[in-house]
């Protein structure tokens, strides 16, 4: 029962020091103590869920026909493309997840400006660079382009990702149809629309940022071209010379440049009345793609700061309070191996806490609900053993003998009750991902991780103590000190 007790109470000093320290901080840094640089440093905030500081929710939905069939690829896409979005816009502690087969929902912790977030989670994205000819339409001006007309996914949608762009350098001009005046976007019913040409789309676009302008100080967008996209471009910018090539997004109008000479080395900035934010919003759209399929929002649900710090407290309090009445129950029922768990607990207790801020971990309501559970499972494990521990002294063995059989013939019980409360957070943490439940998602991941480091706990941490009171103290009176 004692043998290396020592180099296990080691390892158990280190990793409580590494919990505490997690802990008590807010980022990590490590330092070279030779000539002081800076080796690693790493955020530990812990990030707190949508019910515990406010924020935004949303559920957006595939704007396609209830009977179109939609690709999950299509959608983990969509879902990926939303994220970035949302993360380059500021939002960082947000969770984006696929509920359902047409559903994405979107949890936005601690967002402030939720009109920004909600604007950029619909638009598809899609940046055609359109022929005008000599005769260009106002900026804002909704057009109809030829792109997309012959290519479709089989529930109609155009799918710009996936089609090449392609530029024709012997190309006529654009139709006297093509090259109409501003006005022609208002045309009577009974005149065909105007159709402009999409010479390239946004496909081409390899890096995307925001300059401004060294002479007027003006934001604009500066793109690069890729490799395969460069010698097109020139080659219709070099038979193009002194037309205009508006910059359209999403058959909106952004800016009309007129092209005053051939670009050759595949870069060019879109111009236009752009603020910081409108040029920022504008590049994330391009940067991160056209969204493969159309999305509208289906809901929203938005939890004030107020009520989220109101769950917060509560949380604490009720935490608090239930880990005053578990420590006081183990040390007045079980005495001495009671208080060794109790110590064992709080042991618990930063470690697992240091896993969820190290690892940036979302907390919720719901998670910490998982939490407390499963610190309800280690005291069970601690429940049992010292229960078979006073049958054995009762038996009439030793103090050793008792310690010793106790955990052997608790260990069955203690091994099948983890395993089945692991595969019951696997199923639910599937349920949640499936389905968007990001309630049941995070109390089965929260419950998982406590019931691992508990597991650990009770087997290593509690034995270990408990082996190290018994050398040192030699209780005789074990009525008194184990309660039997």
Known sequence: MFRNQYTRLFIILLISALAIWIDASNTLKVTNPINSELVMQRSVNPRLGLDLQGGLQVLLEADLPANAAIDAEAISVARTIIENRTNALGVSENVIQVAGDRRIVGDFPGLEDSEAVLAILQRTGLLEFVDMGTSPVEAGTIIQTDYGQSSTTPSGSSTPESTTPTITPTQAAPTPAATGTPEATATPATEAPIIYHTAMTGAALKTVTVVRDTTTGAYEISFVLKTDSSQLFSDYTGSHTNQYLAIVLDKEVISVPVIKNQISDGQGVIQGNFTNDSANAL?????????????????????????????????LIAGIAGMIIVILFMALYYRLPGIVADISILFYAAIAFAIFKYFHFTLTLPGIAGFMLSTGAALDANILIFERLKEELRSGRTLAQAVDQGWKRAWSSIRDSNIAALITSIILFWFGSTFGATIVKGFSLTLAIGVIVSLFTAIFVTRTLLALVLQWFKPMNHSRWFGI
């Open 283 to 315: 590049a994330i759209q391009l940067r991160y793609g056209s969204l493969p399929v159309p999305l509208k929002i289906v809901e929203t649900r938005i939890v004030g700061p107020t009520l989220g710090e109101d769950s917060l407290q509560k949380s």
